[in-house]
């Protein structure tokens, strides 16, 4: 009965992570990592980022990523990682947020005082709004965009929320908050805002406005410098602390303070997020790599990932390629990848083919094969073909002759830019 129990525990607990992908922006590395949280890979180099990359928003199948110090934000293809465009906001206006909302994408710029309006299909600013200083979080409520004025020039002496009408692209209202109200969040129809103090003697606030009355009906102290928000699904509500020294966490609809900087649930992280399953809280030493903690439903620990320098933010996203037991993406115009059979099994014989193929010839395109904890163990090198097709067979060897075991294995293929990432499973 105990050894049936543990199974049903274990078997939960990885449903809860089936097709979630966690994409983590890397400002010192400037590099986005993905971990396939199912399988347990990581790839700390899915994307190369501009410079000082700061935050993410995930569309269906694209990201938005801002890099702050190119002034620009640049749209990923999730399956692939291919750049797709470079947005560009404007020389010095230094952006810093981004949210999604149906086929416009909205930039909060902190040195411009201004919000962006972007069409995403058409990869171009559409319009602008002039809001408070330094605007930096967003959040978004029933066609309602509301905007964090921290107000850091003037030492947080004027920090506001601005509301833009969606429709109109215009402020309509504009009220006062405490220091520095970095991040937004919206929970059981209000307005939760993190007002994370000047670093100093002023520490962190939470403040919750209702946009029907348009009245703040609470502030309370949750002491140290909070950062962003994450949701679980037990209703309570995270923050990570920007300085790395815990995590705090209060009950949505009653402000119960669960965790506070008196009472941190450790170890730290400087960024959080979560869905209704998991919380992964992102935090480490600055200067070095960071790493990416799993909990579950019940903050029990669950895995641990080391990541890139400097990490800023965290989104959870699903998967977005379907893959069955035989397969074929296409990739790019018309390059297309196989791989058979899927999964494997040694009934099947001794090798895994993989078919390339497209309508043109092509050349230097590699095929690498990783383990589950990412590390390369086979890789065919420039292939190419004059016909436009190649037939690569693998005897499940890896590069120092070592037999595989049973298991999940990734391969990547990648050329002239492009590259794809897919799941390939070895059975008994």
Not at 48 to 69: E, K, Q
Not at 175 to 187: A, D, E, I
Not at 384 to 392: A, C, F, L, T
């Amino acid at each position: 009965m105990k050894k049936l129990l543990i199974t049903i525990i274990i078997l939960f607990l990885v449903l809860n992570l089936i097709g979630i992908f966690a994409y983590v922006v890397n400002s010192g590395s400037e590099t986005l990592s993905r971990i396939d949280l199912e399988n347990e890979f990581v790839d700390n180099n899915f994307v190369s980022l501009g410079s000082i990359p700061n935050r993410i928003a995930l569309g269906t199948d694209f990201a938005l990523i801002v890099n702050s110090g190119d002034n620009n934000i640049q749209k990923i293809d999730l399956s692939t990682g291919n750049t797709l465009a470079y947005i560009y906001t404007g020389q010095s206006t230094n952006p810093y947020d981004i949210i999604i909302e149906g086929e416009y994408a909205y930039v909060s710029a902190s040195l411009n005082n201004s919000i962006f309006k972007l069409d995403i299909s058409q990869e171009t600013v559409v319009d602008e709004v002039e809001v408070g200083n330094n605007p930096a979080g967003m959040a978004i409520w029933q066609g309602k965009l509301y905007v964090g004025n921290t107000d850091y020039a003037s030492n947080y002496q004027n920090c506001s929320v601005s509301v833009i009408d969606l429709t109109t692209f215009a402020v309509e209202n504009t009220f006062s908050t405490q220091p520095n109200p970095q991040f937004l969040t919206v929970f059981n129809d209000l307005i939760h805002i993190c007002c994370t103090g000047n670093w100093d003697q002023i520490q962190g606030k939470i403040q919750i406005y209702d946009p029907i009355t348009n009245q703040i009906v609470t502030t309370f102290d949750i002491g140290g410098f909070p950062g962003s928000f994450g949701i679980l699904g037990n209703d309570l509500i995270y923050l990570g602390d920007s300085m790395n020294s815990g995590v705090y966490a209060y009950n949505g609809y009653t402000y119960e303070i669960i965790y506070d900087s008196s009472n941190p649930f450790l170890p730290g992280g400087s960024t959080v997020s979560a869905n209704e399953n998991i919380l992964t809280v992102l935090g480490g030493n600055w200067g070095e790599n960071f790493n990416l903690t799993i909990y579950d439903y019940d903050e029990q620990f669950l895995t641990e990932y080391e990541v890139g320098l400097y990490s800023t933010d965290i989104k959870l996203g699903e998967e977005t390629n379907i893959i069955g037991d035989n397969y074929e993406i296409n990739w790019g115009c018309d390059l297309h990848i196989k791989g058979f059979p899927n999964p494997y099994r040694s009934s099947s014989g001794n090798s895994v083919t993989f078919y390339i193929g497209s309508n043109r010839a092509f050349r230097e395109v590699d095929l690498s094969i990783y383990d589950i904890k990412g590390r390369k163990i086979k890789v065919f090198e420039n292939l190419s073909s004059q016909e436009g097709h190649v037939w690569i067979d693998w005897d499940l060897q890896t590069d120092c002759n070592t037999k595989i075991i049973p298991g999940v294995y990734l391969y990547r293929v990648e050329t002239e830019g492009y590259k794809v990432t897919n799941k390939l499973m070895i059975l008994k």
